[in-house]
């Protein structure tokens, strides 16, 4: 019970992460923050502090800001009214959180020492070294982090199309893995051991930023292309025609969240 409990906390707090990376970054930019919540509502408690309200919620499941981002608004602390440079920043500082957090995990695990066998067979160490355990010095660490990242990045885009393809022609969601899954492969690295667990979550945290990354409505990526299209066209597009896009988008993907949700318990608990 007790891993179970801090595999919930750890991945709630890649989630908070993600969205502290957008708030600090709309912070530095100086756009205007609504709010900061912990969790979704019904809200426990919350307070202010300057012009932000930071809530704590009673579904503890990631976190969320709220920036003023409103159309033919002046003010020049408005969302939209930031350079084209600020905006694809402000878009990406959860990727960013998200990838920081996943290369502090890698670098401290091939320093502290890592089992060979805990990485990929088809991954090939990009400094020599032939022992069990992977233990290389902080220069070493990074560079083998970053090898070790773009590898993962590779995979997972291939794995995504072959799992895209998979969707769009058969409804078939085998490839793919939800919160359920997330949960119960996390928890099962932590029963492992501390680096077992802590692998398992840099993995996560490198998905996260993968995933949100991805040109499609909803997640900051589809919105750094909306970003890019206005940059292009040198106009604001219809927020009403994003907002059904994105409206769209969110049905599907809640569509394929049940979907998976039901393939991981099945696969994790009923095989």
């Known amino acids: 019970m007790l891993i179970a409990l801090l595999t919930l906390l750890l991945l709630n707090l ?6 502290l990376g957008h708030f600090l970054l709309a912070k530095l930019f100086n756009v205007k923050v609504i709010e900061f919540g912990v969790g979704f509502p019904p809200k426990i408690l919350s307070f202010k502090k300057g012009e932000v309200t930071y809530a704590l919620n009673s579904i503890p499941l990631g976190a969320y800001v709220n920036l003023v981002e409103e159309e033919n608004n002046p003010d020049p602390r ?10 694809i920043l402000i878009l990406s500082g ?9 290369i502090i995990i890698f670098v401290v695990l091939f320093n502290i020492g890592i089992p060979r066998n805990i990485l990929p067979d088809n991954y090939h160490l990009s400094v020599l070294n032939s022992t069990n355990i992977i233990r290389l010095n902080f220069i070493q660490s990074l560079k083998e982090t970053f090898a070790f990242l773009f590898f993962v990045f590779k995979e997972t885009l291939r794995g995504l199309k072959i799992a895209f393809i998979k969707i769009f022609t058969s409804l ?7 919160p359920v899954g997330i949960f119960t492969i996390t928890n099962r690295g932590f029963y492992h051991g501390l680096i077992w667990g802590l692998y398992v979550l840099g993995l996560i945290s490198y998905a996260l930023a993968i995933f949100n990354f991805l040109p499609i409505p909803v997640v900051d990526g589809g919105k750094i292309i909306v970003v890019f299209i206005e940059k292009i066209f040198k106009k604001q597009l219809n927020p009403k025609v994003i907002n059904a896009i994105d409206n769209v988008a969110l049905i599907f993907l809640l569509f394929l969240a049940i979907l998976v949700t039901i393939k991981d318990i099945r696969f ?3 095989s």
């Open 78 to 87: 408005n969302f939209r009214n930031k350079s084209f440079w600020q905006k």
């Open 172 to 178: 078939d969601v085998s490839d793919l893995t939800g």
């Open 94 to 102: 959860g990727v960013l959180a998200n990838t920081l957090i996943a």
């Open 14 to 19: 890649l989630l908070i992460a993600h969205e």
């Open 268 to 270: 994790f608990y009923f």
